[in-house]
């Protein structure tokens, strides 16, 4: 299987911070990656897909590069509604697999 | 819009059958377009992906979980199903629909998924 890591595990941040969250695959993935936002007691909602197209209506602070093992997710200038947990995962192959996730919190 | 909707028992005994369905609505089962996948998280934890079926009844599981898990399509009621077995406590989660375009690549993005539904393995 495809371990994907990401870091920070956490982090604390201020509204108007630019926020920057890595995800790192055990071998290549291209650019099959996709970043997902998660609130408490909610299910993932899709951020980005294949590492760098923001999906129809999302917010243009949300922004993804990367391909082969390292990714990045960027948020510039962080909101209030922003803070939740994201999750990385890789659609490469067979079983899909999902970053540990980040929690962005509220300094 | 397509909305998903899990359904099931919220409680199953160790060693019996965890049985979920979820029902589609605003969007066909059968249009072709779609993987129709299953995903989970344990209280806390990150999320697993369990497996998906196509609107043809094609599937495909993660190996982690193939010997006790059974995706089932029926596409007169727009719904699939889930079916794992011989479940102990490590399958307490949140169980998650999600549905995610068919593409070249074979590639699994969850555009769309069900609000969860809490299931705890326990006597």
């Known amino acids: ?107 | 819009q397509v909305q998903l909707q899990e359904s099931g028992p919220g409680l199953v005994k160790p060693s019996q059958t965890l049985s979920l369905t979820c029902t589609v609505s605003g969007g066909s089962i059968s249009s072709g377009d779609y993987y129709w996948s299953w995903i989970r998280q344990p209280p806390g934890k990150g999320l697993e992906w369990i497996g998906y079926i196509y609107y043809i009844g094609s599937t495909s599981y993660n190996p982690a979980l193939k010997s006790r898990v059974t995706i089932s399509v029926d596409t007169s009621k727009n719904q699939f199903s889930l079916k794992l077995s011989s479940v102990t406590a490590a399958d307490t989660a949140v169980y998650y629909c999600a549905r995610a375009p068919v593409t070249v690549a074979d590639s699994e993005t969850f555009e769309y998924w069900g609000q969860g539904t809490l299931v705890t393995v326990s006597s």
């Not at chain 1, 609130?39 to 980005?48: D, H, T």
């Not at chain 1, 962080?78 to 490469?92: G, K, V």
């Open chain 1, 1 to 107: 299987d495809i371990q994907m890591t990401q870091s920070p595990s956490s982090l604390s941040a201020s509204v108007g911070d630019r926020v920057t969250i890595t995800c790192r695959a055990s071998q290549s993935i291209s650019s099959y990656l996709n970043w997902y936002q998660q609130k408490p007691g909610k299910a993932p909602k899709l951020l980005i897909y294949a590492a760098s197209s923001l999906q129809s209506g999302v917010p243009s602070r949300f922004s993804g590069s990367g391909s082969g093992t390292d990714f990045t997710l960027t948020i510039t200038s962080l909101q209030p509604e922003d803070f939740a947990t994201y999750h990385c995962q890789q659609s490469y192959t067979i079983p899909r697999t999902f970053g540990q996730g980040t929690k962005v919190e509220i300094k």
